[in-house]
């Protein structure tokens, strides 16, 4: 008997159903200090967390259907950290008046032999990127800083380019399904980063032509 | 005469000392404040005390200045009697400040004359001042003036004025560019602009007419293996891997059987 699709089955990592409220937006590199000036007055009063991390983009196509996307995430300033495996679903289409982008979010820990593992099960990696910048929190919310470059000889994180001259700024939120408060909080806190940066809903798909 | 002047010195004498006992008492708070409760004090509380001090401050400056005080320029204070022996009431009434009323503090508490630096320092500015001539001085006053009641203006007009112009210099200067916020929200969904580096696309080179790919390669297949509780997944027979005629794909032989975890499979079957 035939497996039904990988993509259609419903993807559970344990006992809660997580999902990923996401806005995003970009800041020019000449604004980069005056945000972070601001993030820092209106986050949580910690060190200023920086990080570079090199993200793996894995596909599976199946027979039919979009192909299965995961991604697999190291760090590259702690290199003995664990891998981060992370499974975004998509988006969820709810009413319009959600402010978030809204998705099931599935996140494990694994080791140092992940994508030989990944390409053992079949996965091909798509693309990769390395992203480095700057990591703040206010409660739930996450907000990260990051300039995305691209790896130009693949597997060698040295040797990178930046995509663009604007950092990208991201703000989410992990909470078990159906907790509509949150997007209201988001969209608050994005209220006051206007109008250095506008943080907004996304969506990929539309992006994509 | 006299009198009048007796008593008027003695009640100036006496606000003064309560004056400055309310200043004391607002810095030893301050200091306090600082020393104990820095972790939760904030800016507006900080200024709040500094605000106080200065109007008390002031109010001493009025009082000296006031017609009805007589001037303490014309008083002396000459010590009648210095020991060096401990004085139970001096302390006391100095909260054991100044337990003794000897020759070492004479010269600190009844100095008349400022320090010898401050000396140095107001003698430069009078002649700095004597130097540069009465009318540009009024200049310089005016212009003081000026800016003083320019700032005044600016911070109390109303907020809308400060908004607008402010708001329009920050037009001039974007901080973000949505062309950006697009081109990065691409790359980090889908690798947009990323994966110049490999093959382009899920067709395989060379047919790009193929539909959608169907490989041949390790495909997630559920071969149900005959009943059995004792059974693991494992390596089945050899199924004829589905080919589907590319001469891009290399089929592979491996084959994995993967079941869903049920019931049946438990492996500590009793």
């Excluded at chain 2, 100095?111 to 009078?126: A, I, N, W, Y």
């Excluded at chain 2, 109390?156 to 949505?178: G, H, L, M, T």
């Amino acid at each position: 008997m035939e497996a039904p699709p990988v993509t259609s089955m419903p993807v559970t990592g344990g006992a809660v159903n997580m999902m990923e409220y996401l806005l995003q937006g970009s800041v020019l590199d000449q604004a980069l200090e005056s945000l972070l000036h601001r993030l820092r007055g209106l986050c949580d009063n910690m060190d200023p967390e920086t990080f570079t991390d090199h993200e793996l983009v894995y596909l599976l196509k199946g027979q039919q259907g979009n192909p299965f996307i995961l991604r697999a995430r190291r760090s590259l300033s702690h290199p003995t950290s664990p891998w981060h495996l992370r499974y975004l679903g998509q988006p969820e289409v709810g009413d319009k008046s959600r402010h978030a982008l809204v998705r099931n979010c599935v996140d494990v820990a694994a080791s140092h032999s992940l994508p030989e593992f990944l390409n053992e099960m079949g996965f091909r990696m798509d693309h990769e990127f390395t992203a480095n910048g700057h990591m703040f929190r206010k409660g739930v919310m996450k907000i990260v800083v990051s300039k995305l470059s691209r790896i130009l000889v693949p597997g060698n994180t040295e040797n990178t380019e930046r995509l663009s001259l604007s950092y990208l700024v991201e703000l989410s939120v992990l909470a078990p399904a159906g907790q509509d408060t949150v997007s209201e909080d988001m969209r608050s806190f994005a209220e006051q980063l206007k109008p250095l940066v506008h943080l907004e809903k996304i969506d990929p798909s539309k992006q994509r032509h | 005469m006299q009198q009048r002047e007796e008593k008027q010195l003695e009640a100036a004498v006496e606000s003064l000392i309560s004056r400055v006992a309310h200043v004391k008492n607002a810095l030893h708070s301050f200091i306090y404040k600082l020393e104990n409760e820095y972790e939760r004090l904030t800016w507006p509380s900080v200024l709040d005390n500094f605000a106080l001090l200065s109007g008390q401050l002031n109010t001493i400056n009025k009082l000296l200045k006031n017609e009805k005080t007589p001037s303490f320029r014309n008083q002396v204070i000459i010590p009648l009697l210095l020991s060096p022996d401990r004085d139970e009431d001096l302390a006391k009434l100095t909260e054991q400040r100044v337990p003794v009323f000897s020759h070492e503090i004479v010269p600190d508490y009844l100095r008349t004359k400022p320090d010898p630096e401050v000396e140095e320092q107001e003698k430069q500015l009078s002649v700095e001042a004597a130097r540069i001539g009465p009318e540009v001085a009024q200049k310089q006053i005016q212009t003081l003036n000026k800016l003083c009641s320019n700032l005044l203006e600016k911070l109390n007009n109303p907020r809308d004025d400060r908004d607008s112009e402010s708001a329009a210099i920050r037009q001039s200067k974007p901080s973000f560019n949505p062309a950006d916020t697009n081109a990065l929200v691409g790359a980090v969904a889908f690798g947009k602009g990323l994966s110049k580096c490999r093959p382009p696309g899920p067709v395989a080179p060379g047919h790009p007419g193929q539909g959608p790919m169907m490989s041949g390669g390790p495909t997630l297949q559920q071969v149900t293996i005959g009943g059995g509780s004792g059974q693991q997944a494992g390596m089945g027979g050899p199924v004829a891997p589905q080919q589907q005629g590319q001469p891009g794909k290399i089929p592979s032989s491996i084959k994995t059987n993967i079941k869903s975890a049920s019931g049946s499979m438990h492996p500590y079957n009793r």
